[in-house]
């Protein structure tokens, strides 16, 4: 579950935004609305909600537009709709089609693109960013087969699950006797793709695209908690989020910071919400890939910064996973990327870290 990044525009219509996976598939219209010369829009997708704030004008039919796309986006990347490609990609046996050849159609756009750039964060991160970690997440009750919090965890099925984890695992092949079309051919019969803790910065991404397609230069999109900004508000001012407190009864308008985003997006990870014990053991939902079991470190929550929030959103999850000192060391070094991290202290308490490109964004409260 996503630490929420609360468009402080939006501070009432987004305090009652929470994570619900049973609607995970399809995209709900629910209100627009005009405010102090900002446009402003909001709906359910991904089994959450967006909101989305621009100066310009209203074009004809944006939210229309808005929620085909993202029902596009679900028909190649939910988990939850049986028939979405991904799913089809997880019930594979071994081959699947992926792209024709010869055809300058790109099937399946969404997936493609997501698919590569986490294969990218993969590396990059040494393997610690891994969407194949599905079948382990669903183990801990943390997938899309429903909360089932565990009363006891064997090693032994840890190990088998592991077995299955490895995004490297998945290649991309020519299919003997098929020259037609390239696959993707996982490697052992059980993989599975999970793609949530990338697919909201990606709606938020295409979101963005579409919104600069139709001549809009002046917005703040968020889904989810994750949120891309461009321009300046109507009061010609930089666009301010907040930064969630991480205590588990803190309200979602309870902020440790407010950030000003400079045609930037934002995206928070967290372990302090979606968690239970298991024999007096705290098990979250940031599960290492390499070792199958709940991370637990003092890093409460990682918010990345970076120029696209598909970026931000896989590295967020990837910093959780790591720690504070390798977080904070793997984005210090990055020259398009900024991070803020808060953890815990040995007293109790909470204390933060951040890169020195947000020193002139943050003001702590």
Request: charged share 20%; glycine share 8%; hydrophobic share 40%.
């Amino acid at each position: 579950m996503k630490v929420y990044a609360v468009l402080w525009c939006l501070l009432l219509s987004l305090s009652a935004c929470q994570n619900n996976n049973a609607s995970a598939g399809g995209t709900t219209t629910t209100t627009t609305a005009s405010t102090s010369g900002v446009q402003q829009l909001a709906g359910k997708t991904m089994g959450t909600t967006y909101h989305i704030s621009f100066v310009e004008a209203m074009p004809a039919n944006l939210q229309a537009d808005i929620d085909a796309l993202l029902i596009d986006v679900n028909q190649d990347l939910s988990t939850y709709i049986n028939d979405s490609y991904i799913s089809k990609v997880n019930q594979a046996e071994d081959w699947i089609q992926l792209q024709p050849i010869k055809s300058t159609t790109v099937l399946y756009p969404h997936f493609q693109k997501v698919y590569y750039r986490s294969k990218e964060v993969y590396r990059d991160t040494r393997g610690l960013f891994d969407p194949t970690i599905m079948p382990l997440v669903n183990y801990w009750g943390f997938g899309y087969s429903g909360n089932r919090l565990l009363t006891s965890a064997e090693s032994k099925i840890v190990e088998e699950l592991r077995s299955l984890v490895g995004l490297m695992k998945i290649q991309e092949r020519m299919k003997p006797g098929d020259a037609d079309y390239l696959y993707l051919k996982k490697f052992k019969p059980g993989i599975q793709l999970d793609f949530s803790a990338i697919a909201k910065g990606y709606g938020v991404d295409v979101v963005a695209e579409l919104l600069e397609q139709k001549g809009i230069q002046n917005y703040l999109v968020e889904i989810g908690g994750e949120v891309r900004a461009k321009g300046k508000n109507a009061a010609q001012e930089l666009w301010t989020v907040g930064i969630n407190t991480p205590q588990d009864n803190a309200e979602v308008t309870d902020f440790k910071a407010i950030v000003k985003l400079q045609d930037m997006a934002l995206a928070t990870s967290g372990n302090y919400r979606n968690f239970y014990e298991l024999n007096g053991k705290k098990i979250s939902h940031t599960i290492n890939p390499r070792s199958g079991y709940s991370e637990d470190t003092n890093l409460l929550s990682a918010s990345i910064f970076a120029k696209d929030c598909m970026t931000a959103d896989a590295y967020a999850t990837a910093c959780m996973v790591m720690g504070l000192g390798e977080a904070f060391e793997l984005i210090r070094q990055k020259e398009d990327m900024e991070g803020y991290f808060i953890y815990g202290t040995e007293e109790g308490g909470t204390a933060v870290l951040y890169t020195d490109g947000l020193k002139a964004f943050i003001t702590n409260l």
